[in-house]
């Protein structure tokens, strides 16, 4: 069973940072991709930044607000975390964050939309404080 566990939210301030992590069990890191989705009530759930792997090959993928200040990694050594550093972090990313799983994927590119992704994380939350 896969299952993510999200880990690194909170409060921040203007400017201020947070790294955000995705533990996977259960999940094979060979041709997969991991996304960072958020979501605000009333607001559809978008992608923040995607990473990917097929046949050896990684890419990764920004949306337009958040490219220059957030970055997505794996761990490459226990291969089962990934991670979202958030940095300038402003009030519009204020969002409930999720992490989400695709296994045996068939090409490179990162999928961004909700419906491409099969395993899910509870989500948590990330505030801008004044």
């Known amino acids: 069973e896969v299952q993510l566990v999200e880990s690194g939210g909170g409060l921040v301030q203007a400017g201020g940072s947070l790294r955000l992590s995705c533990a996977a069990s259960?999940?094979?890191?060979?041709?997969?991709?991991i996304g960072w989705f958020r979501q605000v009530p009333g607001s559809e759930r978008e992608v923040v930044a995607c990473i990917s792997s097929n046949d050896g090959n990684t890419n990764t993928y920004y949306a337009d607000s958040v490219k220059g200040r957030f970055t997505i990694s794996s761990d490459n050594n226990t291969k089962s975390t990934v991670y979202l550093q958030m940095n300038s972090l402003k009030p519009e990313d204020t969002a409930v964050y999720f992490c989400a799983a695709l296994e045996d994927t068939i090409v490179v590119a990162c999928p961004v939309g909700p419906e491409d992704y099969d395993y899910w994380g509870q989500g948590m939350q990330v505030t801008f404080s004044s």
């Open positions: 259960g999940f094979f890191f060979d041709d997969y991709a």
